[in-house]
């Protein structure tokens, strides 16, 4: 090969490195600053989890604070946090005043590589009812191999379990272990055992009563029975046969019924006899939470189901918006009616202050079939509804309860919560995307 040829070859791989070397150079700074970028991502995202967390931690250690809040309260404002800069602020819902949101934008990095992240976080009382059952004792009520239990389950007292129940969510124990009827090897439930939390300590919030009476003064139908004082249950009670959204109300057996359009009547869906009994049957098309207190020495307190209580759309069979609560300072009895001889069918949250759901006569009247209850239950104490053999019913009715899994994500109308608050929702992103 001679000299030009030669010169010719260099000069050709010169220019090829040439124009490759200046890609390599592009390809090489535009890596760096996708490196960069993504690096500043994280730091801004971690800096709105860490603010996030340091506000929630805050009405964690504080719960009675948040509702001193107005509608909302700045916990920062552009300032400099771990590198970067956040603001950091909550707001109360203006439809729902026990929720809060929590929104926080942090940024990391100079002008070129500003990256930004914005955090928002639905903060507020847990559902009660994303427990299929709650209670505060079990009394002497025994979870059983035909129990099949979709929903969640606490008991701050031990939870007694007979020949292996199935529970398919979380389980939450007060104590440190079940109580078996016979022995662990016969009587363990079939669970997930990373569901399982022993030690732990739910409690309902103490002023449920208080604020659902207020809210049915405010925007709802109350009542006070002060017609005979407390001895005289019988002349305080209230009989509501509900038929889709009208509702039948009459204060005496004997007495014709006023109908009432529930919309109109309850405008915020909130009934709340003070010192009566409510009497109680129909097909509820809507929502609604019927709510009574009294002393039960006296009689008061309670709610009678007369017959049954079911949703125009049972939502087994498909999409309902039908929701009823419940909600007694004393017992919800299933009452010993004629109806009732034979089964009854009760769809609702059901919530009881002091006492739980049982029924009329239970351990002495003759084998009425079944309670087939579709919701959430939530009582001080599991209580008897019937007794039984191994052969089956002896007296009173049976159990057949499902869980209504709606539950989990929506509640009836100011039904109460547990105590305290918690995350409900969190959200990350690119704060573009969220307004």
């Known amino acids: 090969m001679n000299g030009k040829i030669i010169l010719i070859l260099v000069v050709g791989f010169s220019m090829i490195f040439l124009l490759i070397g200046r890609d390599f150079l592009n390809i090489s700074t535009s890596a760096t600053d996708e490196m960069v970028e993504e690096i500043n991502d994280k730091k801004a995202l971690d800096i709105a989890r860490s603010a996030t967390n340091v506000v929630i931690s805050y009405f964690w250690q504080q719960p009675d604070s948040v509702k001193l809040i107005g509608t909302s309260k700045v916990f920062y404002d552009n300032v400099a946090f771990n590198g970067g800069i956040v603001s950091s602020r909550l707001v109360r819902d203006s439809i ?56 969640a389950v606490y008991c701050k007292s031990d939870i007694q379990v007979y020949d292996h129940p199935t529970f398919n969510d979380k389980v939450y124990s007060g104590q440190h272990s079940f109580d078996y009827f016979s022995d662990k090897n016969n009587d363990y439930p079939n669970l997930d055992s990373t569901n399982l939390f022993f030690g732990a300590d739910l409690k309902r919030a103490g002023d449920a009563l208080n604020e659902i009476q207020t809210e049915a003064q405010s925007g709802g139908w109350y009542l006070w029975g002060n017609n005979s004082g407390w001895s005289a249950p019988a002349a305080d009670t209230m009989y509501i046969e509900i038929k889709g959204t009208n509702m039948e109300v009459k204060f005496s057996k004997s007495d014709p019924p006023a109908s009432y359009n529930i919309a109109t009547k309850v405008p915020n869906k909130v009934i709340f006899a003070d010192n009566y009994v409510v009497r109680l049957k129909g097909e509820l098309d809507g929502q609604l939470l019927i709510s009574c207190s009294g002393d039960s020495d006296y009689g008061k307190g309670k709610i009678l189901l007369d017959d049954d209580i079911i949703y125009k759309d049972d939502p087994r069979n498909g999409a309902s918006d039908d929701l009823l609560g419940l909600v007694a300072e004393g017992f919800i009895e299933v009452a010993d009616t004629q109806p009732n001889q034979t089964d009854i069918n009760v769809h609702a949250a059901i919530y009881s202050s002091w006492e739980g759901l049982t029924a009329e006569n239970a351990t002495t009247k003759a084998d009425a079939g079944k309670i087939n209850f579709l919701g959430s239950l939530i009582e001080h104490e599991r209580k008897a509804v019937g007794s039984f053999t191994a052969a089956g019913v002896l007296t009173g009715y049976g159990r057949n309860y499902d869980y209504d899994t709606r539950l989990k994500n929506i509640s009836p109308p100011f039904f109460p919560s547990l105590q305290g608050f918690n995350v409900l929702a969190w959200y990350e992103g690119e704060s573009a995307k969220n307004q």
């Not at 929104?103 to 559902?127: F, H």
């Not at 979870?143 to 929903?151: A, E, L, R």
């Open 96 to 151: 729902n005043a026990n929720l809060f949101r929590i929104k926080t934008n942090a940024s990391y990095g100079d002008s070129t590589s500003l990256r930004e992240k914005t955090i928002v976080v639905l903060y507020g009382p847990q559902r009660l009812t994303e427990m299929a059952s709650f209670s505060e004792w079990g009394g002497n009520i025994w979870w059983t191999g035909s129990d099949i239990v979709n929903g």
